[in-house]
Nanobody, 115 residues
Framework: QVRLVESGGGLVQPGGSLTLSCVAS????????MGWYRQAPGKGREFVAS???????NYADSVKGRFTISRDNAKNTEYLQMNSLKAEDTAVYYC?????????WGQGTQVTVSS
């Protein structure tokens, strides 16, 4: 019933920008904690950013000043704007929404930063 569909990943040169989108259905984004994790090859899933229903935002130290998390309540969509991208940002990015009894995950979208 709950579905999170991600888009916006791709190949970008170092210093470039991408914006990821996560469209939710079956759950209201603004009523729940939501955010993003990422997983690089051979590594565990790493926290990137989160946002509460009260608009409290947290970022991983590695992305502070470069990434911005946001949501569009009318579109029931969460976003991750990524600027000044580095090779170390290469990973599969997963959006999530924390419901009352479980966490829902997007399918993942690949971001590759390379020259």
């Amino acid at each position: 019933q709950v579905r999170l569909v991600e888009s916006g990943g791709g190949l970008v040169q170092p210093g470039g920008s991408l914006t990821l989108s996560c469209v939710a259905s079956g759950i209201i984004v603004v009523r729940n904690i939501m955010g993003w994790y990422r997983q690089a090859p051979g590594k565990g899933r790493e926290f990137v950013a989160s946002m509460t229903s009260g608009d409290r935002i947290n970022y991983a130290d590695s992305v502070k000043g470069r990434f911005t998390i946001s949501r569009d309540n009318a579109k029931n969509t969460e976003y991750l704007q990524m600027n000044s991208l580095k090779a170390e940002d290469t990973a599969v990015y997963y959006c999530y929404i924390r419901g009352l009894i479980q966490t829902y995950w997007g399918q993942g979208t690949q971001v590759t930063v390379s020259s």
